[in-house]
């Protein structure tokens, strides 16, 4: 009897360790993927950063950059810096490659990360193209972090109930519907 027992409670503790385990190897190797890789069309990137108001003065950051467009036009058209941040490792390596080729490696950097845990606080604009639950998400990350008066701008999803500063809605050069949102941080953290 007493025996079978000490069974039973080896083969719980052996149970919880094992679920113990799991969950870390889950939480520490997938990072969550918040939004498939989509590129959005040169022509867009262009109206994104033009409603940013991009200058030389600014620091733009892409969360979820895929292979680095946003920032590649920000630095090349404006001479800003830029900082892409993404999940998948090609996509990382894709964007270095075209910041070489655009020669612009000097203004801009690409870190592989996941972006709910990147710290934000030098950006002046940051450009979104990824879904409505991740940029709920990301909302106390962005009003907690991001100096007042810095822009956000996303390309297609919105912000829940906060308000954009502007909308910019028009057809691209394929003739597809598209619909900018631009937000400027105003110090108040948005849970
Ligand atoms: C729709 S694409 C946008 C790419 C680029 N910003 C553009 O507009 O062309 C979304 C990108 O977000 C990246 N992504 C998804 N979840 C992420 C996460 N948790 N952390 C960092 N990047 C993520 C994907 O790998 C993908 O490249």
């Known amino acids: ?27 520490s190797a997938q990072r969550p993927t918040l939004a498939p890789y989509i590129p959005t069309p040169q022509d867009v990137v262009d109206r994104m950063l033009t409603l940013a108001e991009v200058s030389s003065k600014d620091i733009v950051y892409d969360l979820g950059c895929g292979d680095g467009r946003v920032v590649i036009t920000a630095a090349k058209k404006y001479g800003a810096r830029g900082v892409g941040i993404d999940i998948d490792k090609d996509r990382i390596d894709e964007s270095r490659r075209n910041a070489r080729e655009a020669g612009v490696s000097s203004l801009v950097r690409f870190e592989r990360g996941d972006i709910l845990e990147a710290n934000v606080s030098e950006a002046t604009v940051v ?3 990824l879904v409505s639950s991740a940029n709920l998400k990301l909302r106390p990350i962005l009003t907690k972090q991001l100096p007042a008066g810095a822009r956000i701008v996303s390309h297609t999803f919105g912000m829940g109930d906060w308000q954009p500063d502007k909308v910019d809605k028009f057809a691209d050069g ?18």
């Open 1 to 27: 009897m007493h025996t079978i027992r000490r069974r039973r409670l080896a083969f719980a503790a052996l149970t919880m360790a094992a679920a113990i385990c799991c969950t870390t190897i889950r939480s």
């Open 127 to 129: 450009t979104l193209y």
């Open 174 to 191: 394929r003739g597809d519907q598209r619909v900018l949102y631009l937000w400027r941080a105003d110090g108040k953290v948005r849970p």
